[in-house]
């Protein structure tokens, strides 16, 4: 049984950091593309982030220079180091991988910046 477990959410001030954890279970972790999507109040679920097998990233625009995701794949873990966070990057935080046409969730993380 599949199990992603997103940590590390919380209350920050504006230029701010956060560093966010997805462990992930019962899965070939190394094998998938990992995402961290994103869901602000009122606002479609947006994806952030995304690193693949072989390590390539890539970003939303409104996040690029300021975060950062990776792997170990050792640990069945993805990360999103999030750095100067604006109270716009506010929302539900969530990884997701897909396995064929079948997305698998975490519950996700709440993060909010705010002074």
């Known amino acids: 049984q599949v199990q992603l477990v997103e940590s590390g959410g919380g209350l920050v001030q504006p230029g701010g950091s956060l560093r966010l954890s997805c462990a992930a279970s019962g899965t070939i972790f190394r094998l998938y593309t990992w995402n961290w999507y994103r869901q602000a109040p009122g606002k479609e679920r947006e994806l952030v982030a995304a690193i693949t097998s072989g390590s390539t990233t890539n970003y939303a625009d409104s996040v690029k220079g300021r975060f950062t995701i990776s792997r170990d794949n050792a640990a069945n873990t993805v990360y999103l180091e999030m750095n100067s966070l604006k109270p716009e990057d506010t929302a539900v935080y969530y990884c997701?991988?897909?396995?064929?046409?079948?997305?698998?969730w975490g519950k996700g993380t709440l993060v909010t910046v705010s002074s």
């Open positions: 997701n991988f897909y396995r064929g046409v079948i997305g698998y």
